[in-house]
């Protein structure tokens, strides 16, 4: 979780993701717009905040990541590492978020469901986050200032992979997706049901994204500190 709060540039990172990815839904119900109380279930869909901070997570570190690279951290660890930190940071918002829009909007019932959406939401963009970060890491500028993003060259990269990454998700989570609106017309105990099927899709996915990165990685940890290292 330390690597969250490591450089200003990340903490700014994270706190951005946050904003724009989970404050969204709470947009509607704060402007005092009426709003179908199953809201509920997305207010924990958290899609974008875990893309946003963790897309290039190998990227915001930097050459910090030397240090655990010259450790002997293989690549295993690494990819671990950032999945691990993506999941405490952002499992506050996917507990908090459904409840805060439940608050606003009464639709108590619907809290069970949006906590598992949540948890298949952070679940599976974390393992679709770090594959990106291994895939196709992008160096950042040698600034002290945590809002300077420089000319890389590597900006048509960064946003094409962040594009892939939300259409990857939103094609596992179309199944999941429907379902759920589909019993929500009936219940919102029946939607809780259908839900269960989120963290399922999260787990294998987070699976699948960790596997492709790790393989990624192994024997390429040097690489992967030239890749983030920022010429001069």
Same mark, same amino acid.
């Given at each position: 979780m ?20 989970a404050?969204?839904?709470l ?6 717009? $009426?709003? $179908?109380?199953?809201?509920?279930i ?10 946003? $901070?963790g897309?290039? !997570?190998?990227?915001? $570190? ?19 590492g ?39 939401s ?10 990106? !970060? ?14 300077a ?6 900006? =048509? ?7 892939? =990454? ?13 379902g759920?609106f ?15 099927a ?15 990165a ?19």
């Open positions: 330390r690597t969250k709060f490591r450089t200003p540039r990340q903490v700014v990172n994270t706190v951005t993701a946050l904003a724009i990815g404050g969204v839904f947009l509607g119900p704060l402007l005092g717009n $009426d709003v $179908d109380p199953r809201m509920v997305v207010g924990g869909l958290l899609h974008f905040a875990v893309l946003f $901070d897309n290039n !997570a190998f990227g915001m $570190d930097g050459p910090a990541i030397w240090s655990e690279v010259a450790t002997g951290a293989a690549g295993g660890v690494l990819v671990r950032k999945v691990m930190s993506s999941l405490v940071v952002m499992a506050v918002p996917a507990v908090v978020l459904p409840v805060g829009m439940a608050a606003l909007t009464g639709g108590w019932e619907w809290v069970p469901a949006g906590w598992l959406v949540a948890a298949g952070v679940l599976a963009a974390a393992g679709v986050a770090v594959a990106s !970060a291994t895939l196709a890491p992008v160096a950042m500028p040698d600034s002290p200032n945590p809002l993003a420089g000319d890389t060259g590597q900006g =048509c990269v960064a946003g094409l992979m962040l594009a892939t =990454c939300m259409f990857v998700l939103a094609l596992v989570s179309l199944p999941v997706a429907a759920i589909a019993a929500s017309s009936s219940s919102a105990a029946l939607a809780a049901v259908v839900a269960l989120a963290p399922v899709v999260g787990v294998l996915v987070l699976w699948g994204g960790t596997s492709l790790t393989a990624r990685l192994r024997g390429a940890e040097e690489q992967l500190v030239q890749k983030v290292t920022p010429a001069r």
